[in-house]
């Protein structure tokens, strides 16, 4: 079936430090990928999306980009900061029946000041 | 422009006691999905609504059952609590079953004793 494997957490960083959270997939079909931010005591946000193979979603400074070939969509950023520091879920949508999303376990991010 | 909206925020039952959880979409929007999102987890999607009707439904058993209304406002019902089902419950709301976008509610958190 279809699954989400992301980096196991917690991850702790400095402010302005590079960040990686590797998410890998397996899918059925050809699927659109998602990272999701949930702040605590918030609900889940997308924070960028790419919809087919070598896209690059972008948003607030951070990056993930399609690829097919590893069946990966990493998440970036070049430099962190303290409001950062939120949980952040990779998911998958397979298209067809009811376009329902697939997480990952999640990775919870700190960043110190 | 509201947001999605779920009420109650949190909730403590005994097991073999019913439930019910309510959720309010986005202004405009016509589809409801309901995920379970256990500690430590990843949100699971049990089911998803459309226009009133199940469109989909997860790998969760039948004493989980939901509405949705004409004003696509929807209900989350799970029948014999079990200790298992405490989570968090999140209910997203999107203009269509092929939207790419969900907009999660804040969640109630449901602690099953």
């Known amino acids: 079936g279809d699954s989400v494997t992301q980096m196991e957490g917690p991850v702790t960083l400095s402010e302005e430090a590079f960040l990686t959270i590797n998410c890998t997939y397996t899918?059925?079909?050809?699927?659109?990928l998602f990272w999701y931010v949930q702040y605590p005591g918030e609900g889940l946000q997308l924070l960028l999306k790419?919809?087919?193979?070598?896209d690059k979603g972008s948003n607030k400074g951070f990056e993930a980009t399609y690829r097919k070939e590893t069946t990966s969509f990493h998440l970036e950023k070049g430099s962190v900061q303290v409001s950062d520091s939120a949980v952040y879920f990779c998911?998958?949508?397979?298209?067809?029946?009811?376009?329902?999303?697939?997480f990952g376990k999640g990775t919870k991010l700190t960043v110190n000041p | 422009e509201t947001g999605v909206t779920q009420s109650p925020t949190h909730l403590i039952k005994t097991r073999g006691q019913q439930v019910t959880l309510r959720c309010s979409s986005q202004?405009?929007?016509?589809?409801v999905s309901w995920y379970q999102q256990a500690l430590g987890q990843g949100p699971q999607f049990i089911f998803q609504?459309?226009?009133?009707?199940?469109?989909g439904r997860g790998n969760f058993p039948p004493r989980f059952s939901g509405l949705q209304f004409p004003n696509y406002s929807s209900e989350l019902n799970v029948n014999a609590l079990e200790l298992d089902d405490s989570a968090l419950y999140l209910c997203?709301?999107?203009?269509?079953?092929?939207?790419?976008?969900?907009?999660f509610g804040p969640g109630t958190r449901l602690t099953v004793t």
């Open positions: 609504y459309y226009r009133e009707e199940e469109n």
């Open positions: 997203a709301s999107s203009l269509g079953t092929d939207s790419y976008e969900q907009y």
């Open positions: 790419a919809t087919k193979a070598d």
């Open positions: 202004s405009g929007h016509n589809t």
């Open positions: 899918a059925t079909g050809y699927p659109s």
């Open positions: 998911a998958l949508r397979v298209q067809g029946g009811s376009e329902k999303l697939v």
